[in-house]
């Protein structure tokens, strides 16, 4: 796995991924179901927060979020 910091990513890629990421996982919120666009907004205020991070996964060729205390992978991105 690699850490894709958020900032390297243009907006637009950025909330391309999030809206993928919010459309594949679910992404539970709670009792209350939130809107598509107040769960990107979320997830995005997390990423910007480093309360959450990007990551890739090259054997998948996929892209995720995960909670920042996720373990750390292998390799990091930097720009």
Known sequence: ???IPHD????EAL???????VLR????????????????A???AAVERSEARIVFD??????TVVPA???SPD???SG
């Open 8 to 11: 390297l990513l243009s907006a």
């Open 58 to 63: 090259p054997e998948t060729e996929s892209v």
């Open 75 to 77: 390799h990091s991105c």
């Open 25 to 40: 996982e679910g992404t539970d919120y709670g009792e209350v179901e939130l809107e598509f666009a107040e769960k990107v």
């Open 15 to 21: 909330t391309s991924l999030l809206e993928s990421v």
């Open 1 to 3: 796995m690699v850490d």
């Open 42 to 44: 979320r997830l995005r």
């Open 69 to 71: 205390d996720t373990p």
